[in-house]
């Protein structure tokens, strides 16, 4: 058997929310790497959308923004259908995009006002576009789809974030494998669970927490948005022919 370059995306079109900074970012610009036309979703930040569009050029692949506000539901359906009518039929869709609750304003909001805009946005959206965008892949050629989860979800966290995202998360876990068994065998659906990634919130989290994310973490340091890249461009690729309905966590083998 011929050997094969690893997770060779060439010819694929690629749709990846929530990707102008952090985890979408670096997942958009792996699939680039890895031969992927990439359409960056973002809900304002078009400026820093448009610098990863270019480096996804700059990697020889197409690339595009698209700017849309997902805890508009109404918006849901028409970004489905612009990326069809604007983009092309994409092969790979990556549902990323989720609100910022531990950093910035949101920080500062009560528990209900967090859960309301974590159901509008992560579970909402990941949802109704999973739904309308994989029955459109299923109708057509087929392809991949990923959600992205939690890897304390299903075990629990205490406080206020461990409670709000266990609830949002798990909720997206569960229709990932449901998902997989309505869109079987044309659409392979996935779920990644990341662990502690350092993303913004990381880069600021107090030394209480540095000491615990590396005492929770046999690989003993923080994971970064690539390790999360890296899996998901494998996931979307033909490597990964035979995984669908998997939540797959990548935290460095945490544990409690």
């Known amino acids: 058997m011929p050997s094969q370059s690893f997770a060779d ?3 694929r079109r690629a749709v990846v929310t929530g990707a102008s900074s952090g985890i979408g970012r670096a997942i958009a610009l792996e699939l680039a790497r890895g031969g992927a036309d990439v359409l960056i979703h973002c809900r304002s930040s078009i400026t820093l959308a448009e610098q990863v569009c270019d480096e996804c050029r700059a990697a020889g692949r197409q690339a595009d923004v698209m700017a849309c506000d997902f805890a508009e539901s109404s918006q849901l359906s028409t970004f489905v259908e612009h990326v ?3 983009w092309g039929e994409p092969d790979i869709w990556i549902n990323n995009a989720g609100v910022a609750l531990l950093t910035g304003p949101a920080a500062q ?3 209900a006002s967090k859960l309301q805009r974590l159901f509008d946005v992560d579970v909402r959206s990941t949802l109704i576009l999973g739904r309308e965008a994989g029955q459109r892949m299923h109708q057509a050629r087929g392809g991949v789809m990923l959600n992205v989860g939690w890897d304390q979800a299903d075990r629990g966290m205490e406080g206020a974030s461990g409670e709000l995202f266990a609830a949002s998360k798990n909720a997206i876990m569960g229709f990932t494998r449901s998902l997989s068994v309505s869109l079987a065998p044309a ?3 996935n779920c990644i669970a990341p662990g502690w990634i350092r993303t913004a919130w990381g880069e600021g989290a107090s030394a209480v927490w540095q000491e615990r994310v ?7 340091r923080w994971g970064t948005p690539e390790d999360i890249a890296w899996l998901a461009r494998f996931l979307g690729s033909d490597q990964a022919a035979y995984i669908t309905g998997q939540v797959i966590n990548a935290n460095g083998g945490a544990v409690r």
């Open 9 to 11: 995306l060439t010819g």
């Open 84 to 86: 069809w009518s604007h």
């Open 109 to 111: 909001l009560d528990f």
């Open 187 to 189: 659409v392979r659906v």
């Open 214 to 220: 590396l005492r929770e973490t046999p690989l003993q």
